[in-house]
């Protein structure tokens, strides 16, 4: 099935641990953006891309660092996961502006 | 910087009735709004997109305008369903999507 694909949808690092977030899409899409979740806090953009090659940092980019290979894949690296990275992860996707995003089912990151 | 604020925070109907949701956002410089829901635990699903130069759209029983010049949109829901019990969400599209922090909706049977 077309879509966003994340993996994987939990995690559990201890502090100063390193991971990278999958994320996938099929759609070909060129934006691809990651965001994460906290209670109180809505959704807050992390980093961002507009196509292969290209990335930029959004609200929340500390600690957090991104490459963008391909079109189809937009990998999350945490250096060295700290407790406050305790999260629910969401990647997502859409052809160019003015379109739908797409997100996908996101990852449930907890930092001990 | 953007600020997206969604009222009220949270709405508990009976099945039956006819909801408003709120959202306004700060800057009018957007190039869409979009709607979602997410059921706990889940991801979001997007409901409706209205794009910078429409006034409204529609689906099924959700209708959602938007109002540019006020900042402000309006997510309609007809005939609530327990299973339309959900968070619903805010975006309005910049360079990203800033998201309100949503409307927590229950309907009861």
């Known amino acids: 099935n077309a879509g966003v694909t994340q993996t994987p949808k939990f995690q559990v690092l201890k502090t100063g641990q390193s991971m990278t977030l999958q994320c996938a899409q099929d759609m070909n899409h060129e934006y691809m953006s990651w965001y994460r979740q906290d209670p109180g806090m809505g959704l807050r953009l992390i980093h961002y891309?507009?196509?292969?090659?290209?990335?930029d940092q959004g609200e929340v980019p500390n600690g957090y660092n991104v490459s963008r290979s391909t079109t189809e894949d937009f990998p999350l690296r945490l250096l060295s996961a700290a407790p406050s990275q305790t999260s629910v992860y969401f990647c997502?996707?859409?052809?160019?502006?003015?379109?739908?995003?797409?997100f996908g089912s996101g990852t449930r990151l907890t930092v001990v | 910087k953007q600020e997206v604020t969604q009222i009220p925070a949270a709405l508990s109907v009976p099945e039956g009735e006819n909801l408003v949701l709120n959202c306004s956002f700060t800057d009018s410089a957007i190039y869409n709004l979009q709607w979602f829901r997410q059921d706990p635990g889940k991801g979001l699903t997007s409901l409706l997109l209205i794009q910078s130069s429409q006034r409204e759209q529609t689906s099924g029983r959700l209708n959602a305008s938007l109002d540019k010049s006020s900042g402000r949109s309006t997510l309609y829901i007809a005939a609530s369903q327990p299973g339309d019990s959900a968070t619903y969400l805010c975006a309005v599209e910049g360079y990203a999507l800033n998201f309100g922090k949503g409307t927590s909706l229950l309907v009861t049977p």
């Open positions: 891309s507009v196509g292969a090659g290209i990335t």
């Open positions: 997502a996707s859409t052809e160019l502006r003015q379109q739908d995003y797409t």
